[in-house]
């Protein structure tokens, strides 16, 4: 069990220089065993008295502000909650848990970010197309055993260079009946774009709406879930047909903290979303307790969690990074960015040697182009969060052509992927495609659609 306040908290030795530089909010998570039959009972007899369960919300949307007061929110579908307390309440109640064995962890609550690439000050989508290929390490001549041209891949007036390295313009599947959650900075809902779609939206940040103020959770949507035929411009979208929920757990700043990401998933899983993507995260090398819980109270529920490895490699100067929080939770599947050569890109994270620390599969991460917000209307950026939308984007293919759903899930798009001259610590089992018909794991019932 972590000691809560504990100001080594997470430290381990041999880890990269640069982690574990935490960011806290001053609440802790906790994680109750499963099988805890009343944590709101455990919570109170600990003399947290204002207590409040997700199970009083419609469809579990928990209202920030309704909860800003309680002493502990619980999170019913996972068995997690954020619990307001000083340090010496916190200690105490961790130790009377522990004794009565109902507690499986407690953890300061860290604050997430979106992705920036290392050693960039520019906001997203403010970089020159020079410094993008700076970032992603794009040389002149030969690349890893790719050939002469670095850019292997490009956008045509059809299709963005992305759907055409996963092979999502030859697929049948449009994700048709299948709910994608995007966990970001919300959804411009009034991009022409996404007219007629079926959109469910909640806020989980205080004192703003589902609307999105950044633009990275547009674009986010845009890749996974997006239209098949835009305004203007090639198809960047793969799944067109899945049903999108919208969570905002970021600000408009970009930041946003454990317990609205987890009351993000507790929402997502409740509604029974099979597909969950966050592009978000913390530059810590350990794995962060609650999200070991959420992604396999997820997976056990039908849920995958598809999470970006992180930005914080710069691989040309000897720096390969390390996968963070919350994609290096062993139940959470992590994904790393490539270029358009295939190769890795320079800022994406390596796997780190602990458990859950692995890269586990690649996406296109590197100048992708996907909606944004109004009047601007579309935007090209990069990073491990442009590759997360892609995989949760073929994710919802998959889960249509096979039926699919958590693990079975999981394995699909892993076991699918096409492999790649990089080492698995850099791109897990390689670069996620879309089903194709005569795909070996499609149903031939399926396949003849």
């Known amino acids: 069990m972590i000691e809560p306040g504990s100001e080594n908290f997470a430290r381990g030795t041999g880890l990269p220089p640069g982690s574990d530089v935490l960011e806290t909010t001053g609440r802790f998570i906790v994680v109750f065993d499963e099988s805890e039959g009343d944590p709101t009972a455990t919570l109170r007899n600990a003399g947290l008295g204002n207590v409040a369960n997700s199970r009083d919300f419609t469809d579990q949307s928990v209202d920030p502000l309704e909860v800003e007061n309680a002493d502990a929110t619980i999170f019913s579908e996972l068995g997690i909650a954020v619990v307001t307390a000083d340090r010496g309440q916190a200690r105490s109640f961790a130790h009377s848990a522990e004794d009565r064995g109902t507690i499986q962890s407690i953890s300061p609550e860290l604050v997430h970010h979106i992705l920036k690439r290392q050693g960039t000050q520019t906001s ?67 991009h022409p774009d996404f007219a007629g779609r079926q959109i469910t939206t909640q806020s989980f940040i205080p004192n703003e709406q589902a609307q999105d103020g950044h633009g990275h959770g547009t ?43 987890i009351a993000g998933i507790n929402w997502a899983v409740a509604n029974k979303v099979p597909i969950i993507s966050m592009s978000l995260g913390a530059n810590v090398s350990q794995v962060h307790p609650p999200y070991t819980a959420a992604g396999r109270r997820a997976l056990n529920k039908g ?11 710069a691989r040309s100067q000897g720096n390969f990074g390390f996968v963070g929080a919350p994609a290096n939770s062993p139940h959470i599947l992590a994904v790393a960015a490539l270029e358009q050569s295939l190769d890795v890109a320079n800022f994406s994270a390596r796997t780190l040697a602990i458990r859950g620390g692995q890269v586990d599969i690649a996406g296109p991460g590197f100048r992708v182009l996907s909606s944004w917000l109004m009047p601007a209307k579309y935007n090209t950026i990069s990073g491990t969060s442009m590759a997360t939308p892609h995989i949760a984007g073929l994710a919802a293919l998959w889960a249509e052509a096979t039926g699919f759903r958590g693990r079975e899930l999981w394995a699909t798009l892993v076991q699918e992927g096409q492999r790649l001259l990089a080492p698995s610590v850099d791109v897990g089992s390689g670069l996620g495609l879309a089903p194709q018909r005569g795909s070996r794991s499609v149903s031939s019932d399926d396949d003849s659609r």
Not at 162 to 178: E, F, K, N
Request: proline residues 6%; contains cysteine; hydrophobic residues 35%.
């Open 124 to 190: 997203p989508g403010q970089g020159s197309q020079e410094q993008d290929m700076q970032q992603a390490g794009l040389q002149t001549g030969t690349r890893s055993g790719f050939g002469a041209n670095p850019l292997a891949f490009q956008d045509t007036p059809q299709f963005t260079w992305g759907l055409q390295a996963t092979d999502v313009p030859s697929s049948p599947w449009s994700g048709r009946g299948i709910r994608v959650a995007v966990l970001d900075t919300g959804f411009d809902s009034t």
């Open 219 to 261: 674009h986010c949507i845009g890749t996974s879930t997006g239209t098949n035929a835009p305004a203007s411009g090639p198809r960047y979208g793969i799944a067109y047909g899945a049903e999108i929920f919208v969570g905002k757990v970021l600000s408009n700043a970009g930041s946003g903290s454990d317990g609205g990401i």
């Open 303 to 313: 849920s995958l969690i598809i999470a970006a490895a992180g930005n914080n490699a």
